[in-house]
């Protein structure tokens, strides 16, 4: 192999990898910027996850039955049947805790093993 055709292999794989990680990235491309001549506004951030030993508010470290009440507690302190009688704003926030508490128990039975 000659040093023209080793140049051009690592070149077409840095022209690739530049390519591949420019579009990963969701930047907005030149010819989409100059056509329209305005910026692209990123999507808002998400709210950090926090893991199920955080939602459920027990150490990592708990035993399957504290896990259990502390689902128990958490699920009957946020399901949505409690508070729909305060308002559609109110039911969706706490549909959307219950759905995150039941996610945790999940992720927390699926860690431990019962």
Not at 27 to 49: I, L, M, T
Not at 62 to 76: E, F, G, L, N
Request: with cysteine; proline share 5%.
């Amino acid at each position: 192999m000659s040093a023209i055709e080793i140049f051009v292999i690592i070149a077409g794989c840095v022209f690739g990898y530049l390519i591949v990680s420019h579009f990963m990235a969701g930047k907005p491309g030149a010819s989409d910027s100059a056509s329209n001549g305005e910026a692209h506004a990123r999507p808002p951030a998400e709210e950090p996850q926090l893991s199920w030993d955080a939602i459920l508010q027990i150490s990592r470290y708990a035993s399957p039955d504290d896990i259990r009440k502390a689902y128990q507690t958490q699920i009957t302190k946020y399901h949505p049947d409690k508070v729909a009688s305060l308002g559609g704003e109110f039911k969706a926030i706490a549909d959307r805790k219950s759905q995150e508490i039941n996610a945790a128990y999940a992720a927390a039975r699926l860690k431990k093993g019962f």
